[in-house]
């Protein structure tokens, strides 16, 4: 499974972005997908899931503020960010986990400025 995110960039506090992932590969193979985020000088933190039945959670920092979703047609998985916050701000990767493995995309940059 290869992961392609993209959509990062610089946003005003209150400010949205839309984080796309795109998967190709062993497309079947996947059983749920998230997103993670690391901020400078902190440990990487899960941010949000999607399993297969389309099943979501989220961390409490981000919970009404985000909404993962995934389009099986197009093979990509979204991350909406609303009302983002500077905290907000780090290096995002999508996932995709397997029953064998997980795999994760490059990172892509968000930057919320207050």
């Known amino acids: 499974v290869q992961l392609q995110a993209s959509g990062g960039g610089l946003v005003q506090t209150g400010g949205s972005l839309r984080l796309s992932c795109v998967a190709s590969g062993s497309i079947g193979s996947i059983t749920a997908m998230g997103w993670y985020r690391q901020a400078p000088g902190k440990q990487r933190e899960l941010v949000a899931r999607i399993v297969g039945g389309g099943t979501t959670n989220y961390s409490d920092s981000v919970k009404g503020r985000f909404t993962i979703s995934r389009d099986n047609a197009k093979n990509t998985m979204y991350l909406q960010m609303n009302s983002l916050k500077p905290e907000d701000t780090a290096v995002y990767y999508c996932?995709?986990?397997?029953?064998?493995?997980?795999?994760w995309g490059q990172g892509t940059l968000v930057t919320v400025s207050s």
């Open positions: 996932t995709a986990s397997t029953f064998l493995t997980n795999y």
